[in-house]
């Protein structure tokens, strides 16, 4: 069975520091475009990042909220997916999702063409 578990979520004080998990199983996390997601209480979901294949490596994207303090990577060997988010604000709380998919690089943003989501890990940063 595909899963993606999401973990590393937590409380953090403002300008603090967190590493979120997302860990896949039943499929190759490389196969696939990795993204993460989040949605705050009374909003909609909103794209974070993405990471995919490009060439013989990877290729990073951002959303400009958090474009230079998150950063988003994987471990092959661990078939893993991290989200390292530094300086942290409270407008980043929220829950959040990491999905795999195959979307044009066009549409990276749009959660409806991912194929499978994480269950979501809480980030709250507050003083």
């Known amino acids: 069975d595909v899963q993606l578990q999401a973990s590393g979520g937590g409380l953090v004080q403002p300008g603090g520091a967190l590493r979120l998990s997302c860990a896949a199983s039943?499929?190759?996390?490389?196969?696939?475009?990795i993204s993460w997601f989040r949605q705050a209480p009374g909003k909609e979901r909103e794209w974070v990042s993405t990471?995919?294949?490009?060439?013989?490596?990877?290729?990073?994207y951002y959303a400009d909220s958090v474009k230079g303090r998150f950063t988003i990577s994987r471990d092959n060997a661990k078939n893993t997916a991290y989200l390292q988010m530094n300086s942290l604000r409270p407008e980043d709380t929220a829950i959040y999702y990491c999905?795999?998919?195959?979307?044009?690089?066009?549409?990276?943003?749009?959660?409806?063409?991912?194929?499978?989501w994480g269950q979501g890990t809480q980030v709250t940063v507050s003083s």
């Open positions: 039943g499929f190759t996390l490389t196969s696939y475009t």
């Open positions: 999905a795999r998919g195959r979307p044009p690089l066009g549409s990276i943003t749009n959660g409806g063409l991912y194929y499978d």
């Open positions: 990471i995919r294949n490009s060439g013989s490596g990877s290729a990073t």
